[in-house]
């Protein structure tokens, strides 16, 4: 009981720090916001990536470089996949100068690919979350992501508590069932129908497909971040949000989310 009250008072305040920033700053609060995600997240990935004592260096070169792949993505799209490919090959082949520093090439070879991996998770994905706040209405479909992915965790964490008892991988993540995933869907359909609302020039029935799309991944994108934590063996990826964890640990479905959201949102804006 302590834990789902602590959980909640973190969350209210949560929220009344988003509403008070869009308030103040509308869709400027917005971007302050995903601006904030890499520059949290990369210190709680590198913490779950990477061994204090192995290769520091590298490990400051790795936080460098995603700050800017999520800077050049959010700024410059057309440049993303480059500066991902370009930056990506750098830092792999600084990684192979200092072999030295890795106790065996097993080490090296793991050490670069979770660099890379954490570009893509940490660099790119918050980059296109910016990307949404461009679009035509972008304040809406912002919110809209996270209304979509937030309804998706409720419903979940609801459905999974009262009705969970078939389980989707123990190994990874023991909590997770099939009845509360499936709560979890209807939460995020039931949520891209509300879009709807402020957004009534589109079809409301492609806004739901676009949210039980978007849960479905933001489900799997919670699977990811515990598969991260259970290998780097962690209960959470930090401690800033009390009862929730990290900013990973409440971003993992928004994150993987944001890349088939700002797909649909581009298309349906474009087609309709």
Known sequence: MKTI??????????????AALIYFFDIQGL??????T???GVRELVRMLYKRE????????FVLLTLIIFFITARAIDFSMLSFASLSVLFCAFCILNEKKFSDLEALKFFMSKGVLGFLYIGVLPGLAYQITELKNGE?????????VFAGDTLAYG??????????????SPKK????ALGGLLGSLLAGGAIHFFLPQYDIWI?????????????????FESLLKRVANRKDSGTIMPGHGGILDRLDGVLFGVPIFLTFAHLIEKLF
Request: glycine share 10%.
């Open 5 to 18: 009250s602590t959980r909640v008072v973190s969350a209210i305040v949560a929220v009344i720090i988003v």
């Open 31 to 36: 971007r302050f916001l995903i601006y904030l």
């Open 38 to 40: 890499p520059f949290l």
């Open 54 to 61: 192995e290769a520091p260096g590298l490990q400051i070169f």
């Open 140 to 148: 809406i479909w912002f919110l809209s992501l996270l209304a979509v």
């Open 159 to 172: 459905f999974g508590m009262l009705w969970g008892k078939h389980k989707i991988s123990p190994l990874i």
């Open 177 to 180: 069932s099939f009845e509360g």
């Open 207 to 223: 806004l739901m497909l676009v949210g039980v799309l978007t849960g479905f991944i933001s489900q799997l994108g919670d699977f």
